[in-house]
């Protein structure tokens, strides 16, 4: 068998995708690829000064790159509505959504509305996002959706009386976790509903492995484990992008590197750890999202936003 790459992804003229956190890493190379595919790329942000350095990088290899740069912060549910409605306003259709953009073990903070900032961001900004993003994927032929997850799942178990770790001892690295088995539950939960909805649009999740990025700079011994360890972002982005393309994929999915302990390697389905696949906990924590952002999805004609 044939190794997964970027060869295989078809040219994307006349394309729509935003990849959110893609002025730096796997976001950023995610936003490369697609440009160099044709795609029409936006470039969501929460920094536009870096992702307009960003799209410079990316037209310094894809002279005739079709970027947008558009400011979201996923930590204030405020700019989440502000940029999905002037999306909507200036975009008919979107084919394909990449949520890679996240924080990692931070010191503790809350977003502007109050919520841990791992869980606030990594999850609850996506779930916002999609929803009210759902009318257009729904009404164009062959969407996707592509969730940015971590092997960190594994250490992740939400704790419903404590979101916001207000009544425990902060453990960022724990809250990651928490954030990254998050993004599988939202990934499996929604790809359940797509169906039972009738619904083409494919959901997957996928996970770097083990690549060198901004996103690890809170680790002390970065720089000496990246050097030992990490595989380039090319490779690292590469998971994201089969979980976007992959023909035989029907949703539900998880792809990572196949390598030891998919820490590197090419790009390969995987799975992800049993309580990730848990029905009920991914059920619950898709009415706390509801609750905690006011966006309700409706799937017969995509967003309502119970908050108005």
Do not use: C
């Not at 499996?188 to 039972?196: H, Q, T, V």
């Not at 992959?246 to 949703?251: C, I, L, R, V, W």
């Not at 030891?260 to 696949?277: A, H, I, T, Y």
């Amino acid at each position: 068998m044939t190794n997964w790459t970027s060869e295989n992804i078809p040219s994307q003229k006349n394309r729509i995708a935003i990849v959110t956190g893609s002025s730096s890493g796997i976001g950023l190379e995610a936003a490369r690829v697609l440009a160099g595919k044709e795609a029409m790329v936006i470039i969501a942000v929460r920094n536009l000064e870096k992702g307009d350095k960003a799209a410079e990088k990316i037209r310094q290899d894809v002279s005739k790159a079709n970027l947008k740069t558009m400011k979201l912060d996923l930590a204030d549910l405020d700019s989440v509505k502000k940029f999905a409605e002037e999306f909507k306003r200036e975009y008919s259709h979107l084919d394909l959504l990449i949520n890679n953009a996240g924080v990692m073990i931070p010191p503790y903070s809350k977003t502007v509305d109050g919520l841990e900032l791992q869980f606030g961001t990594n999850h609850l900004g996506h779930f916002a996002l999609t929803g009210q993003l759902l009318s257009l994927l729904i009404s164009t032929e062959s969407s996707r959706i592509v969730n940015v997850s971590s092997a960190a799942h594994k250490y992740g178990k939400i704790d419903f009386d404590d979101l916001n770790w207000e009544n425990r001892k902060y453990k960022a690295w724990t809250a990651y976790g928490d954030s990254k088995i998050a993004n599988l539950y939202f990934t499996y939960e929604l790809d359940r509903k797509l169906k039972a909805n009738d619904l083409e649009i494919i959901t997957n999740a996928a996970h770097p492995g083990y690549t060198a990025t901004e996103l690890q700079r809170n680790m002390g011994l970065s720089t000496i484990l990246n050097a030992l360890l990490a595989q380039s972002v090319e490779m690292g982005t590469l998971p994201t992008l089969r979980a976007a393309f992959d023909t035989e994929a029907k949703g539900g999915e998880y792809f990572g590197p196949k390598g030891f302990m998919e820490m590197r390697g090419f790009p390969v389905q995987v799975d992800s750890n049993d309580l990730s696949r848990d029905k009920a906990i991914a059920k619950k924590l898709w009415k706390v999202s509801e609750e905690l952002t006011g966006v309700k999805f409706d799937f017969s004609k995509g967003i309502q936003t119970a908050n108005e």
